[in-house]
Protein backbone atom coordinates (compact mmCIF):
# COMPACT_ATOMS: atom_id res chain seq x y z
CA UNK A 1 0.00 0.00 0.00
CA UNK A 2 1.24 3.22 -1.19
CA UNK A 3 0.62 5.69 1.39
CA UNK A 4 -0.84 9.58 0.50
CA UNK A 5 1.73 12.27 -0.88
CA UNK A 6 1.23 14.65 2.05
CA UNK A 7 2.63 11.71 4.54
CA UNK A 8 5.39 10.86 2.26
CA UNK A 9 6.95 13.86 1.02
CA UNK A 10 7.65 17.38 2.65
CA UNK A 11 8.50 20.45 0.98
CA UNK A 12 11.93 22.39 1.79
CA UNK A 13 10.55 24.92 3.25
CA UNK A 14 8.51 22.88 5.72
CA UNK A 15 8.31 23.58 9.77
CA UNK A 16 6.88 21.94 12.52
CA UNK A 17 3.42 24.18 12.57
CA UNK A 18 2.60 22.56 9.51
CA UNK A 19 1.99 18.81 10.45
CA UNK A 20 -0.18 18.93 13.26
CA UNK A 21 -0.27 19.34 17.15
CA UNK A 22 -1.55 16.43 19.09
CA UNK A 23 -3.06 16.75 22.45
CA UNK A 24 -3.29 13.29 24.41
CA UNK A 25 -4.99 13.01 26.98
CA UNK A 26 -3.54 9.77 28.96
CA UNK A 27 -1.33 8.16 31.91
CA UNK A 28 -1.99 7.52 35.86
CA UNK A 29 -0.32 5.67 38.10
CA UNK A 30 0.73 2.20 37.02
CA UNK A 31 -0.30 3.08 33.66
CA UNK A 32 2.25 5.89 32.06
CA UNK A 33 3.95 3.40 29.75
CA UNK A 34 0.58 3.71 27.77
CA UNK A 35 1.00 7.71 27.54
CA UNK A 36 4.46 7.43 26.85
CA UNK A 37 4.08 4.54 23.71
CA UNK A 38 1.50 6.96 21.86
CA UNK A 39 3.54 10.04 22.38
CA UNK A 40 6.39 8.23 20.85
CA UNK A 41 4.29 7.09 18.05
CA UNK A 42 2.70 10.16 17.06
CA UNK A 43 6.42 11.33 16.84
CA UNK A 44 7.11 9.07 14.63
CA UNK A 45 4.38 8.95 12.64
CA UNK A 46 5.32 12.32 11.88
CA UNK A 47 3.00 14.80 14.42
CA UNK A 48 4.80 18.20 14.26
CA UNK A 49 3.45 18.33 17.89
CA UNK A 50 2.79 16.24 20.35
CA UNK A 51 1.68 17.79 23.81
CA UNK A 52 1.37 15.04 26.77
CA UNK A 53 -1.71 16.16 29.67
CA UNK A 54 -0.98 13.83 32.48
CA UNK A 55 -1.29 14.03 36.24
CA UNK A 56 0.50 16.59 38.02
CA UNK A 57 1.84 14.32 40.31
CA UNK A 58 3.34 12.35 37.86
CA UNK A 59 4.85 14.97 35.51
CA UNK A 60 8.40 14.21 36.23
CA UNK A 61 8.04 10.60 35.49
CA UNK A 62 6.84 11.48 31.50
CA UNK A 63 9.61 14.67 31.63
CA UNK A 64 12.04 12.25 31.64
CA UNK A 65 10.69 9.47 29.34
CA UNK A 66 9.73 11.56 26.19
CA UNK A 67 12.36 14.34 25.92
CA UNK A 68 10.72 15.77 22.70
CA UNK A 69 7.10 16.03 23.80
CA UNK A 70 5.33 19.29 25.41
CA UNK A 71 3.81 18.02 28.95
CA UNK A 72 0.70 19.77 30.98
CA UNK A 73 0.36 18.82 34.41
CA UNK A 74 -2.97 18.59 35.10
CA UNK A 75 -4.94 18.56 38.58
CA UNK A 76 -5.23 15.10 39.97
CA UNK A 77 -7.51 12.43 41.93
CA UNK A 78 -5.91 10.47 45.27
CA UNK A 79 -5.28 7.68 42.68
CA UNK A 80 -2.90 10.09 40.60
CA UNK A 81 -5.50 10.19 37.86
CA UNK A 82 -6.77 13.21 36.33
CA UNK A 83 -9.31 14.87 38.17
CA UNK A 84 -12.47 16.45 36.42
CA UNK A 85 -11.31 19.52 38.06
CA UNK A 86 -8.71 19.67 34.95
CA UNK A 87 -11.32 20.42 32.33
CA UNK A 88 -10.90 24.07 32.64
CA UNK A 89 -7.55 23.58 31.98
CA UNK A 90 -7.81 21.17 29.32
CA UNK A 91 -10.36 23.43 27.49
CA UNK A 92 -8.14 25.70 26.90
CA UNK A 93 -5.59 23.59 25.33
CA UNK A 94 -8.18 22.69 22.96
CA UNK A 95 -7.68 25.97 21.08
CA UNK A 96 -4.12 25.43 20.41
CA UNK A 97 -4.08 21.63 19.78
CA UNK A 98 -5.60 20.06 16.47
CA UNK A 99 -6.25 16.41 17.50
CA UNK A 100 -6.89 15.24 20.30
CA UNK A 101 -6.24 11.50 21.64
CA UNK A 102 -8.12 10.61 24.88
CA UNK A 103 -7.99 7.31 27.03
CA UNK A 104 -4.71 5.32 27.16
CA UNK A 105 -3.91 4.68 30.79
CA UNK A 106 -6.49 7.15 32.12
CA UNK A 107 -7.65 4.68 34.71
CA UNK A 108 -12.11 4.11 35.75
CA UNK A 109 -11.48 6.53 38.19
CA UNK A 110 -15.02 7.79 38.89
CA UNK A 111 -14.03 11.48 38.55
CA UNK A 112 -11.07 10.55 35.41
CA UNK A 113 -14.51 9.20 33.53
CA UNK A 114 -16.81 11.70 34.09
CA UNK A 115 -14.41 13.88 32.59
CA UNK A 116 -14.30 11.79 29.78
CA UNK A 117 -17.59 11.70 29.24
CA UNK A 118 -17.45 15.31 29.26
CA UNK A 119 -14.69 15.97 26.81
CA UNK A 120 -16.00 13.46 24.28
CA UNK A 121 -19.70 15.64 24.42
CA UNK A 122 -17.94 18.99 23.96
CA UNK A 123 -14.74 18.96 22.35
CA UNK A 124 -15.09 19.46 18.37
CA UNK A 125 -11.38 18.76 17.54
CA UNK A 126 -11.24 15.37 15.72
CA UNK A 127 -10.59 12.84 17.94
CA UNK A 128 -9.21 9.09 18.80
CA UNK A 129 -10.98 7.57 21.70
CA UNK A 130 -9.50 4.62 22.95
CA UNK A 131 -8.97 2.39 26.22
CA UNK A 132 -10.35 3.75 29.15
CA UNK A 133 -12.11 6.59 27.34
CA UNK A 134 -13.89 3.54 25.79
CA UNK A 135 -14.54 1.97 28.92
CA UNK A 136 -15.87 5.15 30.07
CA UNK A 137 -18.22 5.01 27.04
CA UNK A 138 -19.98 1.72 28.29
CA UNK A 139 -23.64 2.46 29.02
CA UNK A 140 -23.35 6.17 27.41
CA UNK A 141 -23.27 5.81 24.02
CA UNK A 142 -25.99 8.38 23.45
CA UNK A 143 -22.76 11.14 24.27
CA UNK A 144 -22.09 9.75 20.92
CA UNK A 145 -25.29 10.06 19.15
CA UNK A 146 -26.81 13.63 20.85
CA UNK A 147 -23.66 15.58 20.79
CA UNK A 148 -24.25 19.06 18.94
CA UNK A 149 -22.62 17.96 15.47
CA UNK A 150 -22.54 15.04 15.71
CA UNK A 151 -22.36 13.97 12.40
CA UNK A 152 -19.79 16.30 11.15
CA UNK A 153 -17.23 15.53 13.83
CA UNK A 154 -13.82 13.09 13.45
CA UNK A 155 -14.27 10.52 16.01
CA UNK A 156 -12.37 7.35 15.74
CA UNK A 157 -13.20 4.59 18.26
CA UNK A 158 -10.46 1.47 18.35
CA UNK A 159 -11.89 -1.08 20.54
CA UNK A 160 -10.16 -4.88 20.62
CA UNK A 161 -12.85 -7.40 20.86
CA UNK A 162 -13.04 -7.61 24.79
CA UNK A 163 -14.01 -3.42 24.56
CA UNK A 164 -16.42 -3.65 21.84
CA UNK A 165 -18.29 -6.13 23.77
CA UNK A 166 -18.92 -4.69 26.67
CA UNK A 167 -20.12 -1.69 24.51
CA UNK A 168 -22.27 -3.47 22.75
CA UNK A 169 -23.17 -5.55 25.26
CA UNK A 170 -22.70 -8.80 23.80
CA UNK A 171 -20.24 -11.50 24.16
CA UNK A 172 -17.25 -11.61 23.01
CA UNK A 173 -17.69 -14.33 20.99
CA UNK A 174 -20.77 -12.72 19.35
CA UNK A 175 -18.31 -10.05 18.23
CA UNK A 176 -15.94 -12.25 16.88
CA UNK A 177 -17.82 -14.11 14.82
CA UNK A 178 -19.75 -10.86 13.40
CA UNK A 179 -16.73 -8.72 13.35
CA UNK A 180 -17.20 -6.97 9.51
CA UNK A 181 -21.51 -6.12 10.93
CA UNK A 182 -20.46 -5.75 14.36
CA UNK A 183 -17.95 -2.48 12.94
CA UNK A 184 -20.19 -1.37 10.27
CA UNK A 185 -23.52 -1.27 12.21
CA UNK A 186 -22.11 0.78 15.06
CA UNK A 187 -20.39 3.12 12.78
CA UNK A 188 -23.23 3.64 11.51
CA UNK A 189 -25.40 4.09 14.15
CA UNK A 190 -22.98 6.68 16.38
CA UNK A 191 -21.33 8.40 12.92
CA UNK A 192 -17.54 7.01 13.71
CA UNK A 193 -15.02 5.66 12.67
CA UNK A 194 -14.86 2.20 14.01
CA UNK A 195 -11.37 0.48 14.29
CA UNK A 196 -12.20 -3.41 15.43
CA UNK A 197 -8.84 -4.47 16.15
CA UNK A 198 -7.35 -8.12 16.13
CA UNK A 199 -6.50 -10.56 13.33
CA UNK A 200 -7.37 -8.77 10.17
CA UNK A 201 -8.66 -5.57 11.93
CA UNK A 202 -11.66 -4.33 10.51
CA UNK A 203 -11.94 -0.58 9.84
CA UNK A 204 -15.94 0.77 9.01
CA UNK A 205 -17.29 4.20 8.99
CA UNK A 206 -20.49 6.18 8.92
CA UNK A 207 -21.36 6.07 5.22
CA UNK A 208 -20.56 2.16 4.91
CA UNK A 209 -17.00 2.16 3.56
CA UNK A 210 -14.99 -0.82 4.70
CA UNK A 211 -11.33 -2.22 4.95
CA UNK A 212 -9.45 -5.32 5.82
CA UNK A 213 -5.97 -4.98 7.40
CA UNK A 214 -3.77 -7.59 6.61
CA UNK A 215 -0.21 -6.37 8.08
CA UNK A 216 0.78 -7.82 11.68
CA UNK A 217 1.43 -10.72 13.55
CA UNK A 218 0.91 -12.51 16.25
CA UNK A 219 3.71 -11.09 18.54
CA UNK A 220 2.14 -7.87 18.24
CA UNK A 221 -0.90 -9.19 21.16
CA UNK A 222 1.74 -7.94 23.66
CA UNK A 223 1.19 -4.36 26.03
CA UNK A 224 1.25 -1.43 24.66
CA UNK A 225 0.71 -2.22 20.97
CA UNK A 226 -2.73 -0.63 20.93
CA UNK A 227 -1.36 2.45 22.00
CA UNK A 228 0.71 2.45 19.08
CA UNK A 229 -1.93 2.49 17.02
CA UNK A 230 -3.43 5.19 18.67
CA UNK A 231 -0.72 7.41 18.16
CA UNK A 232 -0.19 6.86 14.53
CA UNK A 233 -3.41 7.65 13.57
CA UNK A 234 -3.17 10.72 15.67
CA UNK A 235 -0.68 12.11 13.94
CA UNK A 236 -2.43 10.74 10.33
CA UNK A 237 -5.58 12.83 11.37
CA UNK A 238 -2.57 16.08 12.20
CA UNK A 239 -1.22 15.84 8.88
CA UNK A 240 -4.22 16.20 7.31
CA UNK A 241 -5.73 12.64 6.47
CA UNK A 242 -9.86 12.38 7.32
CA UNK A 243 -11.10 10.02 9.64
CA UNK A 244 -11.26 6.89 7.22
CA UNK A 245 -7.96 6.87 5.93
CA UNK A 246 -6.08 8.01 8.99
CA UNK A 247 -7.32 5.25 10.22
CA UNK A 248 -6.53 2.61 7.17
CA UNK A 249 -3.17 3.69 6.85
CA UNK A 250 -2.44 3.89 10.29
CA UNK A 251 -3.60 0.43 10.90
CA UNK A 252 -1.38 -1.07 7.74
CA UNK A 253 1.94 1.11 9.11
CA UNK A 254 1.39 -0.55 12.60
CA UNK A 255 0.88 -3.42 11.01
CA UNK A 256 3.73 -3.63 8.64
CA UNK A 257 6.18 -1.86 11.86
CA UNK A 258 5.19 -4.89 13.60
CA UNK A 259 6.11 -7.31 10.94
CA UNK A 260 9.33 -5.57 10.36
CA UNK A 261 9.89 -5.84 14.40
CA UNK A 262 9.16 -9.43 14.30
CA UNK A 263 11.92 -10.66 11.94
CA UNK A 264 14.21 -8.97 14.25
CA UNK A 265 12.91 -10.02 17.60
CA UNK A 266 10.25 -13.26 17.20
CA UNK A 267 6.76 -13.38 18.22
CA UNK A 268 7.99 -14.18 21.44
CA UNK A 269 10.09 -11.39 22.46
CA UNK A 270 8.54 -8.53 20.56
CA UNK A 271 7.38 -5.47 22.76
CA UNK A 272 5.54 -2.38 21.51
CA UNK A 273 8.36 -0.31 21.76
CA UNK A 274 10.05 -1.85 19.10
CA UNK A 275 6.70 -1.48 16.95
CA UNK A 276 7.65 2.44 17.60
CA UNK A 277 11.19 1.87 16.58
CA UNK A 278 9.79 0.56 13.34
CA UNK A 279 7.29 2.85 12.50
CA UNK A 280 10.02 5.57 9.95
CA UNK A 281 11.12 2.22 8.41
CA UNK A 282 7.54 0.75 7.28
CA UNK A 283 6.51 4.59 6.44
CA UNK A 284 9.71 4.81 4.17
CA UNK A 285 8.83 1.47 2.77
CA UNK A 286 5.23 2.82 1.54
CA UNK A 287 6.31 5.83 0.57
Do not use: W
Request: aromatic content about 4%; charged content about 20%.
Amino acid sequence: MRLPLRLSKRKPCSHKGDFGHVFILAGSEGFTGAAVLTARSSLRAGAGLVTLGVPQGLIEVFEKQVVEVMTLALPETKAHTISFQALGKIQRLFKKGQVLVLGPGLSQEPSTKKLIRKIIATCDLPMVIDADALNALVGHLSILRNTPNAIRRTRILTPHPGEMARLIGKPISFVQKNRKNVAINFAREYKVTLILKGNETVIADSSGKIYVNKTGNPGMASAGSGDCLTGIIGAFLAQGLDSFNAAKYGTYIHGLSGDLAVKEKGELGLIASDIVEKIPQAIKMSS
